[in-house]
């Protein structure tokens, strides 16, 4: 889809929630952010915590994606919507409309849903409109997560040239720590995720009660890791409404993934473990499954060698995404593209000269303000002409320039994220400026030191 320079990209998210789609929509928003796209998260209310006044939920604060409140309605402007969020795409004429596959299973839950709520009332409202394969809808176009969505939505009649492959990637700090899993220290356990497929899985667990079963149940994202790290084992027999997260973790912790054949785990590209690893969920493959685990305990290593190509496969997500979302964007990396850079300050009128130098310095563009004091949150807000808060953030206001400030952990990850390629600080602070980049594993290579003007 051609993107102008008017263009502003809003991006469809439920507030206030940490799960996989949100995750999904902030790394494609801060990919775009990458490309200098004009991107904004567009929040709606998913739960009783909805606060439309701060809707970030703390997990993806890092990525400091700007949100609207509203969107502006212009055949220049683009909108991309969860397929769990369908009704969207009718409510906002003049638009161009992304639908993002990300799972089968929940549209087909949500459109079930509006229809049970009807059926019960038909009377009650006017029926909303909502996605339904209709050939009036041919100019939406189609971004799929898996293989599974992509067949579903070919079947239903949706071309070839309505589609494009947007996958995801997983979660850093598990792509991080899969370089440091010793299988010297994996135990006898097996993972299991109790929301999905549970009914299944509740028959195993009765079945061999002497296997050590392990939920994942009530964990930070630590916990899960740290648990995925020891087990040798995780079990699915959920629906594999898309590529899902947990099989990925599981298998780049060190885990041999056993699944059932439902969804996006029937076929080989969505989750890449040779069939022996894959069941019907069916009481005559109780004994089966259960001797599969106990073989895999037996010879750990030889059953973990196999998931070789599924493990190298998730290592190369992350490069895979990139070059997804700059096909479907038709993107050409810009001859001339600016470095972007955060501005590490000592004092506040050093600040000001050091943006004013930068600014007019084409090479470069300021994202990034670090500050751990000044990036407060809330709508806590500094005593000071130059600096405004706006949406819980404070920023620079320098001219017509708003430049955010953020603290040195969210600096150290949009490092890693590409968001920031260097850090410019002036003279007088640039031993503090050095020790600092240090701490969250930047080079000095890195570091633009300024004179004083």
């Known amino acids: 889809m051609k993107v102008y320079p008017e263009t502003k990209i809003y991006i469809i998210s439920p507030g206030n929630m940490h799960s996989g789609g949100p ?42 994606i700007p949100y609207a409140k509203k969107i502006e ?11 769990s969020s369908s009704l969207n795409l009718y409510v906002l004429p003049g638009v161009r409309r992304i639908m993002w596959w990300m799972s089968v299973d929940n549209y087909v839950n949500n459109l079930c849903n509006i229809l049970k709520k009807f059926k019960m009332n038909p ?61 010297s220290k994996k135990e006898n356990i097996v993972a299991y995720n109790p929301v999905k497929g549970f ?34 084992v995780y079990i699915d ?28 785990a029937a076929n080989q590209n969505d989750i890449a473990i040779d069939d022996s690893f894959k069941f019907e969920d069916t009481d005559q493959n109780l004994e089966k499954i259960v ?36 096909a479907a964007f038709n993107f050409t990396e810009p001859v001339d593209f600016p470095t972007p850079i955060a501005v590490l300050p000592k004092f506040s009128g050093e600040l000001v000269d050091l943006v004013r130098t930068l600014s007019t310095n084409k090479s470069f563009s300021i994202k990034f303000i670090v500050d751990d004091k000044i990036a407060w949150r809330k709508g806590v807000k500094v005593k000071s002409e130059i600096i405004k808060t706006y949406n819980c953030n404070n920023y620079l206001a320098f001219g017509n320039i708003f430049i955010p400030f953020i603290n040195s952990q969210e600096a150290a990850f949009l490092f890693r994220e590409k968001r920031i390629e260097k850090f410019a600080t002036v003279r007088s602070a640039a031993e503090d400026s050095k020790a600092m980049i240090k701490n969250f594993g930047v080079n000095e290579n890195d570091l633009l030191i300024f004179n004083k003007r």
């Open 23 to 64: 995750e999904l929509v902030h790394q494609l928003a801060s990919q775009l952010l990458k490309m200098n796209f004009n991107v904004f998260m567009f929040y709606l209310p998913a739960n009783p915590n909805f606060n439309p006044n701060d809707p970030v939920d703390p997990f993806y604060r890092k990525y400091h």
């Open 73 to 83: 309605t212009s055949d220049k402007n683009i909108v991309i919507v969860p397929e």
């Open 123 to 183: 009377l009650q409202s006017t029926m909303p409109k909502f996605f339904y394969f209709d050939k009036n809808d041919r100019d939406i176009e189609h971004w799929v997560q898996s293989d599974y969505a992509e067949i579903f939505i070919k079947k239903n009649g949706i071309v070839d040239e309505q589609i494009h492959r947007v996958r995801d990637y997983l979660n850093e700090a598990f792509l991080i720590r899969a370089k440091k899993i010793d299988l």
């Open 199 to 232: 009914e299944f899985t509740q028959k195993l667990l009765k079945f061999a009660p002497e296997i050590n079963w392990q939920p994942i149940r009530d964990m930070t994202p630590d916990q899960v890791q740290d648990l995925l790290s020891r087990a040798k």
């Open 237 to 264: 027999f959920g629906n594999h409404p898309g590529r899902d997260r947990i099989p990925r973790e599981a298998a780049i912790s060190g885990c041999c993934v056993i699944t059932g054949k439902r969804g996006a």
């Open 291 to 326: 001797e599969r685990i106990k073989e895999i305990f037996k010879d750990f290593k030889k059953n973990f060698d196999t998931h070789k190509k599924y493990r190298e496969q998730i290592l190369l997500e992350p490069s895979d995404f990139i070059r997804d979302v700059k």
